[in-house]
């Protein structure tokens, strides 16, 4: 999602659902992996521990990685909806 428009702390969002904590922790771990590989960047991570919400700020990238539950409950989308959406995938 593009937010550079409507914020002045990041450009883009990722947004993503994982089904269970392990997932989640093995997406944390691979986008984790990728970005510091490709840039060398260590992110700001924000609820490292916690099984519903976890943020990995890159600066110009927030990748947002959710339960089902929390994703639904926040609805990260609809607060941003002056945000473009990019891509998105089922």
């Excluded at 969002?13 to 089904?19: E, G, L």
């Excluded at 260590?42 to 890159?58: H, K, R």
């Excluded at 990238?61 to 409950?73: K, P, T």
């Amino acid at each position: 999602m593009d937010i550079s428009e409507v914020s002045d702390f990041t450009d883009c969002f990722v947004i993503a659902t994982a089904p269970s904590p392990r997932l989640l922790r093995s997406l944390i771990k691979a986008i984790d992996e990728e970005i510091k590989l490709e840039t060398g960047y260590n992110p700001i991570v924000e609820g490292a521990n916690n099984e519903d919400w976890v943020i990995l700020d890159y600066a110009y990238v927030v990748v947002h990685l959710f339960s089902e539950d929390a994703r639904s409950y926040y609805n990260i989308e609809d607060l941003w909806q002056s945000g473009k959406i990019v891509l998105s995938l089922q």
